[in-house]
């Protein structure tokens, strides 16, 4: 369906993507602006950022915030490929439609819903078996597990139903061992997946505001916990220099991954 | 290892996990919600009372029955309802049109079109709502555009409002909405739109009789991805948001976090579920055919 866009299709686009990248664009220029107010141009400057370089509280807070990210991704590729795996290749077992609701429930779960519920397993827990003592970057990540399992969950699924399972079977009939096959054949085909879904984890964990305020403890605020709280204090050029190295470094990841998949594909 | 046996090992751990921080947790849940507020640590009281040696449910209605008579909580949660489905109309109205444009543009720019889409969900939610506050603010830049091109004379209130709930909403959850069109979209087969031009069918006819009514499994899916998790919306309401702009995920925020009072905010989180229930069984099931 390649027909010319209709005037209309074009001006509904034009209006889409300005209304999607606006708000992005006016956050990066006053990241550069002189002036305290956010809404005044006084001129050029980085001043913000460097007074984010020495804003502790920011950079103590984005350590804590990776190492749950970095823990919790990791965790949610293991447990998720090995539910999307079991969801696309067992097609009948026991309780299988439980399994296929708990999957893809926390998809959609409103976070207030899975924060609140996954705290007070916390403490419950605490009371009964004496652990987890307290909360923090443990149970924080242990939430943003449970989270990431389903997105890396439904990733892998789809990838392993798009894909051509004559190769397993040679190679089963080859002689190799399941396990083998598993490592040799199906990990290398569904590894662009496997990538997505632990970047998509990831990104879920250090984005994540209300589950991570349920479920921490004092010694483990994490920077959208941090940004939270003084953007309610008011708006801050420094959370703009903030938000600017975020794009940055999402811009670079994703023309990177890009980049990437092409040469892999040999320009298909 | 014989083949059940490796089944099973491949199953139990995600399993296992899943039932026990996802299930259990709701459970327990439901629990506290009929347990008493009490002052203490864990502020609530014990289900099972074993005092005086003779075991006893200990069930209190309390918190339900402050759910049903105080009128903040059904202020609270039909203003949810009302956010999310208002805003699920706007994202379809904006996104239908980015959708269907992105399958009818030249396959070279698909994915780079598609790309654009997508690239905002990747960057931190919390920051591109806070772009609102720089944009609305009462001397935001949307403000002093205005006044300054001579259209308004004074500043127009724009945030801390519904219309400001209604914004961030509709723009932070837009992507959920125009990528289950897309793929819904991609696969109409172009031929149906011929043959109906052919038969003498002018195009905005055939998008009507042809286009829209095979696009309605995209359509649901994009609108319940919206609804379901812009009803328990906490942080646009309570950043973008005034007094009268109060949704329910910030009820049982504020139950929790400022009134301590656990077991309400259970019941809260207990009602919002059961309000929930219908659409999240229905996305389940239009997830599951697009992928069986």
């Not at chain 1, 992005?24 to 984010?52: C, D, K, M, P, Q």
């Not at chain 1, 539910?83 to 026991?94: C, P, S």
Request: hydrophobic share 55%; glycine share 8%.
């Amino acid at each position: 369906m390649t027909h010319r866009l209709s005037p209309f299709l074009a001006v509904m686009m034009a209006v889409g993507y300005a209304f999607l990248y606006g708000p992005i664009a006016s956050l990066v220029a006053y990241s550069f602006n002189a002036s305290r107010l956010v809404t005044v141009w006084a001129g050029f400057s980085t001043h913000w950022y460097v007074e984010l370089m020495h804003n502790e509280a920011i950079q103590h807070a984005a350590l804590i915030s990776l190492e749950i990210a970095v823990t919790a991704a990791s965790g949610a590729l293991l447990l998720g490929t090995m539910a999307g795996y079991a969801l696309q290749r067992y097609r009948r077992f026991r309780g299988r439609a439980l399994f296929g609701t708990l999957v893809t429930a926390p998809l959609v779960m409103p976070e207030v819903i899975t924060g609140l519920s996954l705290l007070l397993l916390f403490v419950a827990l605490e009371q009964a078996i004496g652990w987890p003592r307290g909360r923090g970057i443990l149970t924080i990540a242990a939430a943003h597990i449970t989270l990431g399992t389903a997105y890396v969950a439904v990733v892998v699924e789809a990838r392993l139903a798009a894909f051509d399972r004559s190769l397993e079977e040679a190679a089963l009939d080859l002689g190799a061992r399941p396990f083998k096959v598993f490592l040799v054949i199906t990990l290398p085909l569904i590894a662009p997946a496997l990538a997505a879904g632990w970047l998509l984890a990831f990104t879920l964990s250090l984005d994540d505001l209300v589950i991570a305020s349920f479920t921490s403890g004092p010694s483990s605020t994490t920077l959208p916990m941090v940004i939270f709280s003084s953007i309610r204090l008011g708006v801050s050029p420094q959370i703009n220099a903030l938000a600017t190295l975020f794009l940055v470094t999402v811009a670079v990841l994703v023309t990177g991954a890009g980049r990437l998949m092409r040469t892999r594909d040999g320009g298909r | 290892m014989s083949a059940a046996l490796r089944r099973r090992a491949v199953l139990a751990l995600p399993y296992a996990w899943l039932v026990l921080f996802f299930l259990v947790p709701f459970l327990i849940s439901l629990k506290i919600s009929v347990a008493e507020s009490v002052i203490g640590i864990p502020p609530y009281s014990a289900l099972i009372d074993t005092a005086g040696g003779s075991w006893g449910l200990d069930l209190s209605g309390e918190s339900y029955r402050r759910l049903f008579t105080d009128d903040l909580y059904a202020v609270a949660y039909l203003n949810a309802i009302k956010f999310a489905a208002v805003s699920t109309v706007f994202c379809l109205l904006l996104g239908y049109p980015l959708a269907y444009g992105i399958v009818r543009a030249p396959r070279r720019f698909r994915s780079l079109l598609l790309l654009l889409v997508i690239l905002p969900f990747w960057t931190s939610f919390l920051i591109r709502v806070y772009a609102w506050i720089g944009l609305l603010k009462e001397n935001g830049l949307i403000n002093n555009v205005l006044l300054t091109l001579g259209l308004i004379h004074q500043p127009l209130i724009l945030l801390n409002n519904a219309f400001a709930v209604y914004v961030g909403i509709v723009y932070s959850y837009l992507p959920f909405m125009v990528l289950p069109l897309y793929a819904q979209l991609e696969k109409l087969d172009p031929a149906l739109l011929e043959a109906a031009a052919d038969l003498g069918c002018r195009p905005w006819r055939a998008f009507l009789r042809v286009t829209l009514p095979l696009s309605m499994p995209g359509i649901a899916a994009g609108a319940l991805l919206v609804f379901i998790p812009a009803v328990g919306e906490f942080v646009i309401p309570s950043l973008l948001g005034g007094p009268d702009t109060l949704m329910i995920g910030k009820v049982l925020w504020d139950e929790f976090f400022a009134n301590h009072d656990w077991p309400m905010a259970s019941a809260v989180a207990v009602a919002m579920l059961v309000l929930l229930l219908l659409p999240m069984g229905l996305i389940r099931r239009l997830l599951q055919g697009e992928t069986a």
